[in-house]
């Protein structure tokens, strides 16, 4: 994916930072440090999270560090730091881009995606970084349409969906405000709404935090110290492979590992992994139907709520920090294109972002409505403290 | 659940000291498949290499890598699935079986865990006196891993991984083998079928085929007793052994009021024992899921079918055909079909001349020959037309079988034309009667009281034959040379 | 279901991280927390439901048998803490 880049003319400015194996969503998890976001609250210099895992291409984006950013999406690590700064990211179909080269955390559910400034540079990236690739087995063999066209087609006539289980109990009434205004501006420029229906929506999550950890356990075990990274010394191998782990991995990667061989080992698979994969199927099932009846794209929140400070949810339980992925896990378990537009700020000046869930390899539908979003909302730039 | 099919046989009990008892053995095979590069990685899969030669990024494990399916090693595995007369499943499912070693760079072998793609199939063993039909439980592909070497460094072990990802068959038998006899006649002929099909070279010396074999015991038609697994045998004779030891040792135990413990053992082949393997903490917990990394493998029967168009004449067929177009014995039709090359050096042979008589010079002489040099056919100096035209010498009466021994001789040694050496040197057998009777008379004359003793006694007819022999260097028709001297001497 | 910290040592071996008595006791609090949080899973009916094997509905691409890779000792062991001619070198494993 980044060599179609450097074919095409993109130059490397350098790497940047991201929650460690991807694990995280709010960039605090890095050995290198927690990422600062460029925005920040009205009148505080608090420092906030960009949100994660991606969170250091949504930063280095939204303060115009440079033109764009790739980032990868597991349970919505590009989208999430994307609405928490105001940048547009587009997490795409399953299988659009190439997995070869990516630092595997989740097999079925990773995709690697741009973080651009808007929703055409998203679109160029994009047509770039897509590819069939033969040394990704699971990578698909479509055309790739020229997104970049897509952005300013008129949506006139497109239906646009409005999943009921996506209103949350207690939900952030800003955020919910903010919804309701995308629904206006879709239906002023000519698409119709639709509600509909996702029954298995509020098991996405937890179905999530099943299958993730237990494809990275497995994922993660050829970290152990002997063909390269750390490796500390140990009384035999076994010794040493406890040792490196243990030192080499964080405290959250620990989590999940743990996790997620439990959910694989004898006894437990049938009643966890197995489950966890069928609730996926269901879920995917919900998306298809409401396809099938005509739908063209769901519009959702992005995220539960703005940004929050470093450091605020750490004696919090893990399932909090999780949380943040709710409206977003849905689309990687289902494998579907997502794209998170900035849509407005909160009342404390910080970015909101709106979510728009598309069908399998129509990134450009996306790409339209995201325009026509865009085209309402406006921008919206950090004020350089930095 | 473990499902009976065969009778239990006296002959094959071993006597223990409180009554028989009888082994219950089931073998997994895995075969190294024939291909150029490896199964998920295009590295080469070839024995040997510099280390970690034979190695990819893929294959490292290096952050990042993903598996892509080898088109031939697929081909490969349905092949041999047709070869054991098994069910092809158009639709296999590839699952990581997860473990920590060094020699396994991901720490998960990619395998074929609730979805093989053969299924239930059967290996036919002639058995002095019967048939034997040998169930196959299935045969999945999977990864192979590489090669740990512990004993170059005190307290370090090197790795390398040129192996790792070389596409193994692990083909399971049903537990339907009831003595090392049969045991080891499974391996020769799974063996057999795969070096037939090409699919495996089946070399055990050099690890392309290994089995791990499952051995228990029970009083006869009992209960299946606990097994223990024998794991890595890499040769035929040494499985035989192997079995046999822990037959015995497992008897010794339960006869002493013991319990089998299940366990994984080693076997010895200095000491001819087996050992356990000092048990590996715990017994693993693989956590098998499907890989995915991969999709679910599929392919439809015309796949299947153009596959089977090509498969070469099976074993079992080859053998059949053989006594019924050739009437050789069953037990010659089995040597002869041993190996490809054997059978087809055969038919050449046979070709146009008497099929038991080429069967008899082929098996006796010519095998017998190689397996005294520890020659494979490929490497015989002489070949299926060299060896045919000294059978035709035979057959016109040019020369006799004896003489046919020595040519036999000389053409394996120096090489060359047949006829042309018989000729060159004389060989030629005599068969002017002419000739003979005078060479008759002479012996007969100079010896009368020996021809009255031969006259009273037949059987000492005998001597004047070797006499004649001599006296004509060799070369008189053997059989005529005795007509001759029996008509002389009135004798029958 | 919870786990206990007896369990979650068990696991920490499997997946070969060593744990201090002090993170076996953290952790068993914050994995029962996940845990706990996709017990909801139950409630979902299931039956007849098949697992999703492969999100992309395409068939596997079958790779020609043609040896593209390899040949490259020195990258595979390049980054190798602990090597020696080409080979990696680990502690022993012991039998």
Known sequence: ?386 | MLIDTRTPDPKKFINGATGDWEIVIGMEVHAQVTSKSKLFSGASAEYGGAPNAHVSLVDAAMPGMLPVINEECVKQAVRTGLGLKAAINHRSVFDRKNYFYPDLPQGYQISQFKQPIVGEGTVILDMPGETVEVGVERLHLEQDAGKSIHDQHPTMSFVDLNRSGVALMEIVSKPDLRSSDEAKAYLSKLRTILRYLGTCDGNMEEGSMRADINVSVRKPGGEFGTRCEIKNVNSIRFAGQAIEYEARRQIGILEDGGAIAQETRLFDPREGVTRSMRSKEEAHDYRYFPDPDLLPLEFDQAFVDALAAGLPELPDDKKARFIADYGVTPYDAMVLTLEQASADFFEKVAKGRDAKTSANWVINEFFGRLNKEGKEISASPMSAEQLGEIIDLIADNTISGKIAKDLFEIVWLEGGNPRELVESRGMRQVTDTGAIEAAVDEVIAANPDKAEQAKAKPTLSGWFVGQVMKKTGGKANPQAVNEIIKARLGIE | MSVDTATVRRVARLARIKVSDEEAERMTGELNSILGFVEQLDEVDVSGVEPMTSVVAIKMRLREDVVTDGNVPEKVVGNAPVCDDDFFMVPKVVE
């Open chain 1, 1 to 386: 994916m980044t060599a179609n880049l450097w074919a095409d003319g993109a130059v490397m400015l350098g790497k940047l930072n991201m929650d460690e194996f991807a694990m995280g969503s709010s960039n605090e998890t890095s050995y290198y440090g927690p990422v600062k976001s460029p925005w920040r609250k009205a009148g505080s210099n608090m420092a906030l999270v960009p949100g994660g895992s991606s969170g250091g291409s949504a930063s280095a984006v939204a303060a115009r560090i440079c033109a764009g950013a790739t980032a990868t999406d597991t349970g919505g690590s590009i989208r999430q730091p994307a609405a928490f700064t105001g940048t547009v990211g587009i997490k795409p179909t399953y299988g659009r881009c190439s997995r070869w080269g990516i630092v595997a955390f989740a097999s079925s559910l990773d995709q690697a995606g741009p973080i651009a400034r808007d929703v055409r540079d998203a679109a160029i990236l994009l047509k770039s970084m897509a590819s069939v690739d033969v040394k990704d087995s699971t990578s698909v063999d479509v055309p790739v349409p020229d997104y970049e066209a897509a952005v300013g087609r008129s949506v006139k006539g497109l239906r646009i969906g409005i999943p009921k289980e996506y209103r949350l109990e207690g939900l952030n009434a800003e955020i919910d405000g903010l919804w309701q205004q995308g629904i206006d501006w879709l239906k002023d420029a000519g698409a119709e709404i639709v509600e509909i229906s996702l029954p298995h929506t509020k098991y996405a999550l937890p179905a999530y935090y099943i299958v993730a950890p237990a494809e990275a356990s497995s994922n993660l075990a050829r970290y152990d110290g002997v063909r390269y990274g750390l490796r500390v010394p140990g009384s035999d191998i076994v010794d040493m492979y406890e040792n490196s782990r243990a030192a080499g991995f964080g405290a959250e990667v620990k989590r999940r590992i743990l996790i997620g061989t439990y959910v694989l080992s004898a006894g437990y698979y049938d009643a966890y992994y197995l489950r966890a994969q069928k609730v996926r199927t269901l879920i995917k099932r919900d998306f298809e139907t409401c396809f099938e009846a005509g739908v063209d794209a769901i519009l959702t929140p992005a995220t539960p709520s703005a940004a929050f400070g470093i450091g605020e949810k750490a004696g919090a339980d893990p399932v909090e920090m999780y949380l943040n992925d709710v409206f977003t896990v849905t689309v990687n378990m289902a494998g579907l294109p997502g794209i998170a537009v900035p849509a407005g700020l909160s009342g404390e000046g910080l970015p909101l972002g709106l979510q728009l869930i598309g069908r399998p390899f129509d990134e450009a539908t996306l790409f339209a409505l995201g325009g026509a979003i865009e085209k309402a909302a406006g921008r919206f730039a950090a004020e350089k403290w930095w």
